[in-house]
């Protein structure tokens, strides 16, 4: 078995100017821009953690919680919460920042699951983790039930038509 690591371990964060180029036409960047962001976020995280190549097995759930503007800064946090044997899933918070304010809110929240693999795509272990801080300590603890959320997800019919 491998031994526990904390989950600040694995802590990333990035930051982003939102540039014209990412925007819509109501001057909010592209909620597709955000999930590449997050995407990108979480296999760096994962590979942190695991030390290896890792994959996107699903994006467990994302939540938009307000728009970002162009020439807003775009501020990307994520970390380890809970792990399986082979797989990770991967707290990501984003925020945006005024840079005439500096003042902060809370953008997206998302949870994405990623497994670490070897060189032939084989699941491989990873390590578990501990919760060091009271917010590391409720996402570790309520990890379990969206583990099961997602089982049940998988276990269900998926012909609807």
């Given at each position: 078995?491998?031994?526990?690591?904390?989950?600040s371990?694995?802590?990333?964060?990035?930051?982003?100017?939102?540039?014209?180029?990412?925007?819509?036409?109501?001057?909010?960047?592209?909620?597709?821009?955000?999930?590449?962001?997050?995407?990108?976020?979480?296999?760096?995280?994962?590979?942190?953690?695991?030390?290896?190549?890792?994959?996107?097995?699903?994006?467990?759930?994302?939540?938009?919680?307000?728009?970002?503007?162009?020439g807003?800064?775009?501020?990307?946090?994520?970390?380890?919460?809970?792990?399986?044997?082979?797989?990770?899933?991967?707290?990501?918070?984003v925020?945006?920042?005024?840079?005439?304010?500096?003042?902060?809110?809370?953008?997206?929240?998302?949870?994405?699951?990623?497994?670490?693999?070897?060189?032939?795509?084989?699941?491989?272990?990873?390590?578990?983790?501990?919760?060091?801080?009271?917010?590391?300590?409720?996402?570790?603890?309520?990890?379990?039930?969206?583990?099961?959320?997602?089982?049940?997800?998988?276990d269900?019919?998926?012909?609807?038509?």
């Amino acid at each position: 078995m491998l031994q526990e690591v904390p989950m600040s371990h694995s802590r990333t964060i990035q930051t982003h100017l939102v540039l014209p180029p990412d925007t819509n036409h109501m001057n909010t960047i592209f909620g597709g821009k955000i999930l590449a962001y997050i995407d990108e976020i979480a296999a760096i995280t994962s590979m942190k953690h695991a030390k290896m190549e890792t994959v996107t097995a699903s994006f467990d759930s994302v939540d938009f919680y307000a728009p970002v503007h162009s020439g807003e800064i775009l501020e990307l946090e994520a970390v380890v919460s809970n792990t399986g044997r082979s797989s990770m899933e991967i707290y990501i918070r984003v925020q945006a920042r005024d840079i005439e304010t500096n003042d902060t809110k809370l953008t997206t929240e998302s949870f994405v699951t990623m497994v670490a693999v070897n060189e032939k795509g084989e699941p491989q272990p990873v390590a578990p983790v501990f919760p060091e801080t009271n917010e590391e300590r409720h996402l570790f603890e309520s990890g379990p039930a969206r583990r099961a959320h997602r089982k049940a997800k998988r276990d269900m019919p998926h012909s609807f038509f």
